[in-house]
């Protein structure tokens, strides 16, 4: 079987998308025969190379992105308008996407994840689901113990795609785990996790000697 | 008031979606509102490239100097912010998200609870009514309304704000301009 990829991080390779797609190729091609092809959205050049590479898809299609401001990256959006003339073709390839964002919690992606569904539809296309996963932002910078079990769960998940053709519904879950905070995490999160998080984001304003400047309102205009 | 129209049309050709939006403006402008309407298409927009730039290294402003400076300065100092857009594959033109996808700059990089859930700080004191106006295209159903709605309506409780008003073009623009005035 072959998979083809769609990363849609305005990031690139420099992406924690690609982190995780990386681990889920990896389970995907566990064992021989199952290869993949990967497209960058953000080589807007390479376009009509991606848009017919999804027509003549040989297997499933992944497209991968971060959520941004509660829905996909406007570059994202843009590939997908440029599948309309897609909508209703015979033998489009079944579709799966992959959806990170920096919140802890996988509920913010619940959004676009019905549109993506809706989407499948529109297209014509056969819907595998949708991976969610939250808190991926410091997935580049964290230490390997505190990512070994979600990298193992993407591993998993596309060892399962490749033994099946299906996405694992309980794997499913437990990627997208926590969906929202338990009372517990709510306590944990404004007694530690606050500050874990506010120094993540100091750290890297001291680096760009911004600190003093955090919370600059540059936009006021004097009434 | 203070109202800034974002205009998503990505389609000089679809004359009818601007004359809607100046015909809007018009009615806006003979209530006493202060109409700004851009065009966005028109306009020097960039990728967000995903960097934090705009949190990390210019706090408030993207590193890049693209229009976005111009249309995050007119949305924070606006009292209503209508983003208005023909539908295109079920959901706001790819020209209107990406300078939506800028709006990141005028929130703070902290995380805050709100009914327990985690989102962004406000950097800025004031945030504008937020309002949505579509297009339906040839395929459009509820569905699809319905799905646009829920997206901005979470993008509300991270922008600080609340939708006010969500409509589509089917509703004449004298009426869509009173709703806006009675808010």
Same mark, same amino acid.
């Not at chain 1, 993949?36 to 807007?44: A, E, I, P, S, T």
């Not at chain 2, 008031?1 to 679809?14: C, D, R, S, Y």
């Not at chain 2, 989102?119 to 004031?126: A, G, I, P, V």
């Given at each position: 079987m072959q998979l083809t990829v769609y990363n849609g991080s305005p990031r690139g390779a420099h %992406?924690? &998308?690609?982190?995780?797609?990386?681990?889920?190729?990896?389970g995907f091609e566990h064992r021989s025969g199952e290869t993949?092809? =990967?497209?960058?959205?953000?080589?807007?050049k390479q376009r009509d190379e991606q848009l017919r590479d999804f027509v003549e898809a040989p297997g499933p299609v992944l497209l991968a992105f971060p959520l941004y401001t509660d829905c996909m990256p406007g570059l994202v959006?843009?590939?997908?308008?440029?599948?309309?003339?897609?909508c209703g073709r015979d033998k489009l390839p079944p579709v799966l996407f992959l959806v990170q964002s920096g919140f802890p919690e996988a509920h913010h %992606?619940?959004?676009?994840?019905? +549109?993506?569904?809706?989407? &499948?539809?529109?297209?014509?296309?056969r819907y595998l689901g949708t991976m969610v996963r939250g808190g991926?932002?410091?997935i580049q910078v964290m230490p390997g113990i505190m990512t070994r079990k979600l990298f193992g769960l993407m591993y998993k998940l596309g060892s399962r795609l490749a033994q099946t053709g299906e996405l694992d519904p309980g794997l499913l879950r437990k990627l997208a785990s926590p969906e929202q905070l338990s009372p517990f995490a709510q306590w944990l999160y404004k007694k530690l996790l606050y500050r874990m998080s506010n120094n993540y984001w100091n750290g890297m304003l001291k680096k760009n000697k911004a600190l003093g400047r955090c919370k600059d309102r540059p936009f006021t205009e004097k009434q | 008031?203070?109202?800034?129209?974002?205009?998503?049309?990505?389609?000089?050709?679809?004359t009818g979606f601007d004359e809607y939006l100046s015909a809007l403006k018009s009615r806006l402008e003979e209530k006493g509102h202060v109409v700004d309407l851009l065009m =966005?298409?028109?306009?020097d927009l960039r990728y967000c490239v995903g960097c934090f730039g705009c949190w990390v290294k210019t706090p408030g402003r993207c590193v890049t100097p693209d229009a976005s400076h111009d249309t995050d300065r007119r949305v924070i100092n606006s009292d209503v912010l209508l983003l208005a857009s023909p539908l295109s594959m079920g959901f706001v033109s790819s020209v209107l998200k990406?300078?939506?996808?800028?709006?990141?700059? =005028?929130?703070?990089? #902290?995380?805050? @609870?709100?009914?327990?859930?985690?989102?962004? @700080?406000?950097?800025?004191?004031? +945030?504008? #009514?937020l309002g949505v106006l579509v297009e339906r295209e040839a395929d459009s159903d509820d569905e699809d309304l319905e799905i646009t709605r829920e997206i901005y309506e979470r993008t509300c409780l991270n922008l600080k704000t609340s939708l006010r008003l969500f409509e589509t073009t089917e509703s004449p623009a004298v009426e869509v301009a009173d709703a806006i005035d009675g808010l």
């Open positions: %992406s924690n &998308t690609r982190l995780l797609l990386d681990r889920f190729l990896r993949h092809r =990967l497209h960058y959205l953000v080589k807007l959006k843009n590939f997908i308008e440029d599948l309309r003339p897609l %992606s619940r959004y676009v994840e019905r +549109y993506l569904e809706k989407l &499948t539809r529109r297209l014509g296309c991926a932002e410091g | 008031m203070k109202v800034v129209v974002l205009n998503g049309n990505p389609n000089a050709e679809n =966005l298409r028109d306009m990406k300078a939506q996808d800028k709006f990141i700059g =005028l929130l703070l990089p #902290y995380i805050e @609870l709100v009914k327990g859930e985690c989102h962004h @700080l406000k950097r800025y004191e004031h +945030y504008p #009514y």
